[in-house]
């Protein structure tokens, strides 16, 4: 272990309840400083209303739902040794917006009630993972093609999303806000719910961290020390599957969190999964709640300056945005490397 890995790691914990405390001031019905009033203890009615009901458990929703995508990117990465492997691109994440948006538009689940999107959000993600794995044939596929056909299977999952407005075209509010993801509207009924499905599955997911260890060194080295390496990866998969549909039900599809966080984790936490996993949870609570903070922040910025009151800026947007951005980065500087 490097010795700089505990220092960042505290200061990655130090940090969260700065980015926290960024969301908890944001948005337009109430400034900083009445939120700050709040937060001491006083402030009118109202604006304790706002900022103990509204946004401190929209808050909370984003750090924990952010903790997952990047802790699912990370398992998924390893399990598979494919640093191009993320719930975004592997099925997972479309398959789970699928079962969330076919469940609402069957009158079976809502956007309000998260119970029943969990359940709707983990049958659509095991059944994007499922197809994946039926389409490269399991173990035997190497990177390139699990990469391939993950965008395909990812892309015909999101072409499906888009027929439910066929059905159901009523659900157009539902079926955007869980493609583009978005904090707005989280209350403690969905914190309530996330955070011990969330700590449920990252604790499994820490203890899996020797068995992806061994899986990243590749099967055969695997098999070598005595792994199983087929029922351990499936139970990494599970892992990554139930944390990312988790997230889905609670804040949508927020694109890249899980494929970018991870390669973060590693660089400044090393290969060593014992660390990399809750670095890469911690850096995911880190993005998204800061990418929620600073689409509240905007969304008001660009309020006031077109003089209206509708206009909020997802959540999801801003992660797609800078994600698309970094990772056109990190191809360009890898094809310069290898020029």
């Known amino acids: 272990m490097n010795r700089r890995t505990p220092l960042l790691l505290t200061l990655l914990v130090l940090l969260t309840p700065v980015v926290a405390y960024a969301g908890l001031v944001a948005g337009r019905a109430l400034g900083p400083a009445e939120a700050w009033e709040v937060l001491r203890g006083g402030g009118e009615p109202l604006a304790r209303h706002v900022v103990l009901r509204l946004r401190l458990?929209?808050?909370?929703?984003?750090?924990?739902?952010?903790?997952?995508?990047?802790?699912?990117?990370?398992?998924?990465?390893?399990?598979?040794?494919?640093?191009?492997?993320?719930?975004?691109?592997?099925?997972v994440t479309?398959?789970?917006?699928?079962?969330?948006?076919?469940?609402?538009?069957?009158?079976?689940?809502?956007?309000?009630?998260?119970?029943?999107?969990?359940?709707?959000?983990?049958?659509?993600?095991?059944?994007?993972?499922?197809l994946l794995w039926l389409l490269?044939?399991?173990?035997?596929?190497?990177?390139?093609?699990?990469?391939?056909?993950?965008?395909?299977?990812?892309?015909?999952?999101?072409?499906?999303?888009?027929?439910?407005?066929?059905?159901?075209?009523?659900?157009?509010?539902?079926?955007v806000q869980w493609l583009i993801g978005s904090a707005e509207g989280r209350v403690w009924e969905h914190w309530s719910l996330l955070w011990p499905w969330a700590a449920f599955w990252s604790l499994l997911a820490f203890g899996l961290a020797a068995p992806l260890t061994l899986l990243r060194c590749g099967?055969?080295?695997?098999?070598?020390?005595?792994?199983?390496?087929?029922?351990?990866?499936?139970?990494?998969?599970?892992?990554?599957v139930a944390l990312t549909a988790g997230a889905v039900s609670a804040v949508g599809a927020l694109g890249f969190v899980g494929l970018l966080v991870p390669h973060l984790a590693f660089a400044l936490l090393g290969a060593d999964l014992r660390t990399a996993l809750p670095g890469a949870a911690?850096?995911?609570?880190?993005?998204?709640?800061?990418?929620?903070?600073?689409?509240?922040?905007?969304?008001?910025?660009?309020?006031?300056?077109?003089?209206?009151?509708?206009?909020?800026?997802?959540?999801?947007?801003?992660?797609?945005?800078?994600?698309?951005?970094?990772?056109?980065?990190?191809?360009?500087?890898?094809?310069?490397?290898?020029?």
């Not at 929703?61 to 995508?69: E, P």
């Not at 009158?107 to 959000?121: Q, T």
């Open 136 to 175: 490269t044939g399991g173990e035997r596929a190497d990177p390139v093609r699990t990469a391939v056909h993950g965008v395909l299977v990812s892309a015909a999952l999101s072409g499906l999303t888009a027929m439910v407005l066929l059905v159901a075209p009523g659900e157009l509010g539902s079926v």
């Open 282 to 339: 911690l850096l995911g609570a880190l993005v998204v709640g800061g990418a929620d903070a600073a689409s509240q922040w905007l969304s008001r910025a660009l309020a006031l300056a077109l003089e209206t009151d509708r206009l909020s800026v997802p959540t999801g947007a801003l992660t797609t945005c800078a994600g698309a951005v970094l990772l056109l980065a990190a191809v360009r500087r890898a094809t310069e490397e290898k020029t």
């Open 219 to 240: 099967d055969d080295q695997a098999a070598a020390a005595g792994l199983r390496t087929g029922r351990a990866r499936a139970g990494a998969l599970v892992c990554a």
């Open 57 to 91: 458990p929209r808050t909370l929703v984003a750090l924990v739902a952010g903790a997952s995508l990047g802790l699912a990117g990370a398992v998924l990465q390893s399990a598979l040794r494919n640093p191009l492997a993320g719930p975004e691109v592997t099925g």
């Open 94 to 130: 479309p398959g789970a917006v699928l079962g969330a948006v076919a469940a609402a538009g069957l009158g079976l689940a809502g956007w309000e009630s998260p119970a029943a999107v969990v359940i709707a959000a983990c049958i659509g993600g095991f059944t994007g993972a499922g």
